[in-house]
């Protein structure tokens, strides 16, 4: 009885094993078949949320990287060699875009920024509710992202990030918030004859924070030099609850720093 035993549950231990090893091929096949890159479509929370980016799609491997954006800033440096940011900004008219990830602003002839010696040309910016970026551990209502190209390199981007607090009402926004596309897609673009300037919506004191990271949004590219402004600007509830209702929750939450450098410029 017991050698009988012994080598029944020996058969069974095979057949187990080429069982689990028929599950396991036929898994692996079911998962090449069926799920087809997404490219496309990501989202900020469950199966297509930000800890599943760089498994979407070839091209969003570095969602996996190690010099990733936003960040939390804290023990930044401060670094006399920094030097102010220039801002060249032009008036120029409102294009305001839906793309269903957040509300952008169309800058094409916005002007430049000289930043260390280099010029940049801004291309659009756009917000997040809440803030993607942390200051020393705090989040904010909102962050508006000025994306700049360099000049001499398309490949190589500086994104201004900017903050907004809970307070009075921020002029700037006032010119927009009625006017939002509500809808994806351009039929629902607002596009106003009036013009403005980017730079009227900066604080006045534009100390900064500045380090090597990434697009937030895949691809999530390590191309990016960051410069978070240090002053939050304010605007009432009211105009931050206009842009929430529309783009919901879109901040990435903050990557690892590992080991990259915070420096900070202070006038
Ligand atoms: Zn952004």
């Known amino acids: 009885m017991t050698y009988i035993s012994?080598?029944?549950s020996?058969?069974?231990?095979?057949?187990?094993?080429?069982l689990s090893l028929i599950v396991l091929i036929s898994a692996c096949k079911r998962d090449d078949d069926?799920?087809?890159?997404?490219?496309?479509?990501?989202?900020?929370?469950?199966?297509?949320?930000?800890t599943h980016w760089e498994d979407l799609c070839m091209n969003w491997l570095s969602c996996g990287g190690a010099s990733q954006s936003p960040i939390n800033i804290a023990n930044a440096i401060i670094d006399t060699s920094l030097g102010a940011i220039t801002t060249n900004y032009n008036a120029i008219s409102t294009h305001i875009h839906n793309n269903g990830h957040t509300i952008e602003f169309?800058?094409?002839?916005?002007?430049?920024?000289?930043?260390?010696g280099e010029t940049y040309k801004l291309k659009q910016f756009h917000i997040h509710t809440d803030s993607e970026h942390r200051i020393g551990g705090e989040s904010f209502l909102m962050e508006m992202h000025f994306v700049h190209e360099k000049i001499t390199d398309p490949n190589s981007l500086a994104?201004?990030?900017?903050?907004f607090k809970e307070g009075a009402e921020n002029a700037f926004l006032s010119q927009f918030v009625d006017h939002l596309p509500n809808e994806e897609g351009e039929a629902h673009d607002y596009t106003s004859a009036l013009t403005y300037n980017p730079k009227d919506v900066f604080p006045a004191d534009l100390d900064y924070f500045k380090y090597s990271g990434s697009l937030t949004t895949p691809p999530c590219s390590e191309i990016v030099t960051w410069v978070v402004l240090e002053h939050a600007v304010e605007a009432?509830?009211?105009?931050?609850?206009?842009?929430r209702e529309i783009v919901e929750s879109n901040a990435r939450p903050v990557a690892l720093l590992n080991g990259r450098q915070i420096s900070h410029y202070l006038d």
């Open 6 to 8: 012994h080598s029944l």
């Open 10 to 18: 020996g058969v069974t231990l095979k057949v187990c094993f080429l």
């Open 34 to 50: 069926e799920q087809p890159e997404n490219c496309e479509h990501f989202e900020y929370e469950g199966e297509n949320g930000p």
């Open 106 to 116: 169309k800058a094409g002839t916005g002007g430049t920024i000289v930043l260390r």
């Open 159 to 163: 994104v201004i990030g900017l903050m």
């Open 236 to 243: 009432t509830d009211e105009q931050i609850l206009k842009f």
